[in-house]
């Protein structure tokens, strides 16, 4: 019974850890034109070069862009951010799982290019080696709805 009761306290202890856990800005707050691909598969970004797909551009200067992001995580559950500025053009966020609480870092640059911004964009899970595709699945639905607001 003792050894039940430890265990318990055990897994308690460890489920607190990873809701709470802290994001340190040094670590997570990276360029996503360079973040460096984990081996594991918890990863997922639009960008050139090694992307899952490329960097999309947005029809609407830096500025527009940035205010549109500012707008949809303030409206997003369980987002805050974590470094850095959608003005700016480079920001990350952490938005973290409903029921267990798992950290994920989203880090976002903002680049003014012919016919509108550039964004690029990664995400990935601080814990874990798979993600179930929510890496994948964050990124396309808050890319349609920069589309979405940013439609004339």
Excluded: K
């Excluded at 594991?40 to 999309?56: E, K, Q, T, V």
């Excluded at 500025?63 to 303030?74: G, I, N, P, R």
């Amino acid at each position: 019974m003792r050894l039940l009761i430890l265990l318990l306290c055990l897994a308690a202890a460890g489920l607190l850890y990873i809701r709470f856990s802290p994001m340190s800005e040094a670590r997570w707050h990276t360029d996503p034109a360079t973040a460096p691909r984990p081996a594991s598969p918890n990863f997922y970004a639009l960008r050139d070069g090694d992307g899952d797909g490329a960097a999309p551009i947005l029809p609407a200067p830096p500025e527009e862009v940035a205010t549109a992001l500012e707008v949809l995580m303030a409206a997003t559950p369980r987002v805050t951010r974590l470094a850095g500025d959608p003005q700016a053009g480079h920001v990350t966020y952490v938005q973290r799982s409903r029921l267990m609480g798992y950290p994920d870092a989203i880090s976002i640059r903002l680049t003014g290019v012919e016919g509108g911004t550039r964004l690029d964009i990664v995400s990935r899970s601080r814990f874990g080696y798979g993600d179930a595709g929510v890496n994948a699945a964050r990124v396309t639905l808050w890319v349609a709805r920069l589309e979405a607001a940013l439609a004339p």
